[in-house]
C-alpha cells in the first residue's frame, strides 16, 4: 500500500506556471506507475498524465500535451508535475494516483478503477 500527499497548488493567472508535487510514503515507491488527474466542479474525474516506474515512459491527455510535463524521483519518492501555459479551464483539484500497472492509469477510466491509491487532491485555479 502506499499513501500519497499532494502539494504545490494555488491560483494563477493565464499563461502562467505552476509545479506540483506528490510525495508518497513506503519503500516500495519505485514499483509503481504514477499519474495525475484531475477533477472540475460538475464534471468526472478525468486522466491528466501517467509516468511508468522508471520514468522512461510517459502519457499524456490530448488536453495538456505540450503544456504540461510530469516527471518522477525514486530517491525522494515524489511525482512532479510542471504545468506552464494555463488556461482557465485546467482550473480543478487535481489528484495523485498509484498503481502497479502504468496502462491500467491511461486506459481504465478513474471511476471505474479498483486498483489505483489516491492523495487527497490540490485545488489549481487559473484565472482569465
Known amino acids: 500500500q502506499v499513501q500519497l500527499v499532494e502539494s504545490g497548488g494555488g491560483r494563477v493567472q493565464a499563461g502562467g506556471s505552476l509545479r506540483l508535487s506528490c510525495a508518497a510514503s513506503?519503500?516500495?515507491?519505485?514499483?509503481?506507475?504514477m499519474g495525475w488527474f484531475r477533477q472540475a466542479p460538475g464534471t468526472e474525474r478525468e486522466f491528466v498524465a501517467a509516468?511508468?516506474?522508471?520514468?522512461?515512459?510517459?502519457y499524456y491527455a490530448d488536453s495538456v500535451k505540450g503544456r504540461f510535463t510530469i516527471s518522477r524521483d525514486n530517491a525522494k519518492n515524489t511525482v512532479y508535475l510542471q504545468m506552464n501555459s494555463l488556461k482557465p479551464e485546467d482550473t480543478a483539484v487535481y489528484y495523485c494516483?498509484?498503481?502497479?500497472?502504468?496502462?491500467?492509469?491511461?486506459?481504465?477510466?478513474?471511476?471505474?478503477?479498483?486498483?489505483?491509491?489516491w492523495g487527497q487532491g490540490t485545488q489549481v485555479t487559473v484565472s482569465s
Open positions: 494516483a498509484a498503481d502497479r500497472s502504468y496502462e491500467r492509469l491511461y486506459r481504465v477510466p478513474p471511476g471505474d478503477s479498483t486498483s489505483h491509491y
Open positions: 513506503g519503500r516500495t515507491f519505485s514499483s509503481y506507475a
Open positions: 509516468i511508468n516506474w522508471s520514468g522512461g515512459s510517459t
